[in-house]
């Protein structure tokens, strides 16, 4: 137990080394939120999908 809350607190540390948006896509995939549940990962999907479609956004029109 002592060396799990150990690692869990040297986790926490290097989450916050990365953006926001990082952390919370990582939380999200790996259910670091305490509760891992099937919203978690509904949440997951839907931030990849929004990331998906700002990339698309980005692209340069092949024919105009």
Known sequence: ???SEML???LIEVLHTLTQREEQVLKLRFGL???RSAKNEESFEALVVETHLKAFDKCQPVFE
């Open 33 to 35: 939120d305490e509760k």
């Open 8 to 10: 869990r607190e040297q």
């Open 1 to 3: 137990e002592v060396f």
